[in-house]
């Protein structure tokens, strides 16, 4: 039997209240099915003594058959609990997913993260004589808990035990325990790992993600580090791994479940690119005010911005094409050298940083551990880090020293659309606080940008109102074996960020490359037919970019290739070399990926319906990727 180390990005829910507690952890787990669809598996306290529990490889609907089967009735009571997984590595099969019991059935634990002793503990346990019933880590802690609750000074007690076998876990976890002796508790912890309380009414909630619980209660709870917390039916309480009473901090949800809902889209990601303007819109309210940019959480002085004298933006996928767009802005508006990194290369090639370092981590969900580490890295090293989040109380916010939310409501496709557009802005918001706190730009300067950034949610309107055509022409290249996207200045991370979107989407080979780089390589890759999407600065912008890249246009046009041009409305120059033109309002430069990058969106998401691909969950993906 392999030992494998199954590290998930999963969802998990725990309920104690009064209704059904089935139909509770399944309307749960439906709901954050995006982060994980291995496998899926409940466990439910009857009040009678039993913990009753079912679990399936495959997606959640092979659970709930199976439910069927066996009789739902099966799973009375008011307390309970489930997980859907994402495997890493070691087969998604019913033996491998949660719930993991104890020997006695007694215990059960479901678990998100990496019990990175697991090796160690597990030939503890087998020297005792304890028999494992799958290849995962998690089942280590469930039969760790069984035996601290049966001997030695934490028996009888289940906080206590869990308690007593948290603080013997290495690694990252969330790990949520029931115990058939105690049908109206359940109790929870966290390490380096997302998990929140819900507080009902007569209920209470814990999960890996507010859409949990979002149809019950927009009343939550954020847990700290090595805290863990205990709900029942009246209340919660929150203690840190010695036991001890410890702080968490409540905060209310600010988004009711329709927002989870699809909107009556076909899927999240469609209802997620309408949703553009209200995201950049809600991103940038609040932070200008009397003539001043303010961030969410500053807990970084003027005078340390001041004293700043590199920036870094790191990140992963479509987060780090945010950072790339921004780095324009930001060294164009403070004069500060911008290194966009990708995180996972980031602590590894020994970057320099020092006290006046400032790191800004980009994340929607706040829990990529390869971002995460890279926080870390960096403040190792003394440098400031700023995050840019998309999710209250993550754990990267959780560990940096300043924060500033992203508002782009819950991003429940996996490929990112409104949270990448949001970052966009947020960068900006950093860029202009930059500015104005070392003077690099006057506040009226700063006014002035920010009123165009404020312009640019309905500007992001009027490209959503003119996609039909984009829709028709994924339809129409959808065979096409390839795509290539070329731009320039802000432009060329656009392009990067319309390949992974199609790459990601439609499984389809696509590449970014900066345009000027055609003629030393990628031009060979152009044949009879090959679409390519080229994104158009302003031809009132940087006039010399334009006609770079109308030159561009019409070296691969004479070579074959059906091109595709992303321009601004009313460009006549570039309208001759366009197989395909479609326009987007004029913006300012620098605030062009902000309209350009909706139609590549548009493109990547058609041409994935049209080859018959699951929108919303992508093969493969996993919505945040906790793993490095
Ligand atoms: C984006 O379409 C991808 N799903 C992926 O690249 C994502 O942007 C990346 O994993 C970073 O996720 P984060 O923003 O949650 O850190």
């Known amino acids: 039997m392999s030992l494998v180390r199954l590290v998930r990005v999963c969802g998990i829910v725990g309920y104690v209240g009064h209704r059904p507690a089935l139909d509770v952890v399944l309307g749960g787990l439906r709901r954050m099915e995006y982060r994980g669809y291995d496998s899926a598996g409940v466990a439910v306290l009857d009040g009678a003594g039993a913990l009753t529990v079912e679990r399936k490889a495959g997606r959640l609907a092979n659970l709930e058959g199976r439910l069927d089967e066996v009789g739902r009735e099966r799973f009375g009571g008011t307390a309970g609990m489930g997980h859907t997984r994402w495997a890493t590595h070691g087969a998604p099969i019913d033996r491998n997913s949660h719930p993991h019991r104890d020997a006695s059935e007694r215990v059960a634990v479901v678990h998100n993260g990496i019990i990175e002793n697991f090796a160690a503990l597990r030939a503890e346990l087998e020297a005792d004589g304890v028999e494992m019933a799958s290849d995962t880590d998690t089942e280590t802690a469930a039969h760790l808990v069984a035996r601290a609750y049966t001997e030695g000074d934490t028996k009888g007690d289940l906080t206590a035990s869990v308690a007593a076998v948290c603080r013997r876990l290495e690694g990252a976890f969330t790990l949520v325990v029931t115990h058939a002796d105690h049908p109206d508790t359940i109790v929870a912890a966290r390490r380096s790992s997302p998990l929140v309380v819900g507080v009902g009414d007569g209920e209470h909630f814990v999960a890996s993600d507010v859409a949990a619980f979002i149809e019950h209660t927009r009343e939550a709870v954020e847990l700290g580090q090595d805290q863990l917390v205990v709900i029942t039916r009246e209340g919660y309480d929150v203690l840190d791994f010695h036991g001890d009473a410890a702080q968490a901090k409540p905060f209310t949800v600010d988004w009711d479940l329709s927002a989870a809902e699809k909107g009556g889209h076909e899927y999240f990601m469609l209802k997620e690119i309408e949703e553009q303007p209200e995201a950049l819109a809600n991103t940038l309210r609040g932070h200008f005010e009397s003539g001043r940019i303010i961030l969410d959480e500053q807990r970084i002085s003027d005078q340390d911005l001041r004293d700043v004298d590199k920036v870094f933006v790191v990140a992963c996928g479509s987060a780090y094409h945010s950072g790339l767009v921004a780095k324009y802005a930001i060294e164009h508006w403070t004069r500060l050298p911008v290194e966009v990194e990708l995180a996972s290369e980031f602590r590894y090639r020994d970057p320099v940083l020092d006290r006046d370092t400032l790191v800004v981590a980009v994340s929607q969900s706040g829990e990529t551990a390869d971002t995460l580490e890279a926080v870390r890295h960096a403040r190792e090293q003394k440098a400031r880090v700023l995050a840019v989040c998309n999710t209250n109380g993550a754990q990267i916010p959780r560990e940096s020293d300043a924060v500033l939310y992203t508002h782009a409501g819950p991003e429940i496709g996996v490929a990112s659309t ?98 000027g780089e055609l003629k030393h390589g990628p031009i060979a890759l152009i044949e009879d037919g090959l679409p390519v999407v080229v994104v158009m600065p302003s031809p009132k912008g940087r006039a010399v970019l334009h006609s770079k890249l109308v030159s561009n246009i019409s070296e691969i046009q004479a070579r074959g290739a059906r091109t595709i041009v992303i321009a601004e409305e009313g460009d006549e120059t570039v309208r001759p070399f366009a197989d395909e033109l479609i326009e987007v309002p004029a913006v300012p430069t620098l605030l062009q990926p902000l309209v350009s990058t909706v139609p590549l969106q548009v493109l990547a998401a058609e041409i994935a319906r049209a080859r018959g691909y699951d929108v919303d969950k992508p093969r493969n993906l996993a919505k945040s990727v906790t793993v490095e």
Do not use: W
Request: glycine share 8%; proline share 3%.
């Open 418 to 515: 409104k949270a990448f557009l949001a970052q966009i802005a947020a960068n900006y918001l950093v860029g202009l606080a930059l500015a104005q706190a070392r003077g690099t730009k006057y506040p009226d300067e700063v006014a002035r940008e920010f009123a165009e950034l404020e312009a640019m949610p309905a500007a992001v309107q009027k490209v959503l109102s003119t996609v039909e055509q984009v829709r028709d022409l994924g339809r129409r290249i959808a065979d096409s074996k390839a795509i290539l996207f070329l731009g320039r200045h802000v432009g060329f991370p656009v392009a990067l960020e319309g390949a992974l979107k199609l790459k990601e989407l439609a499984y389809m080979h696509a590449e970014g490359f900066a345009a």
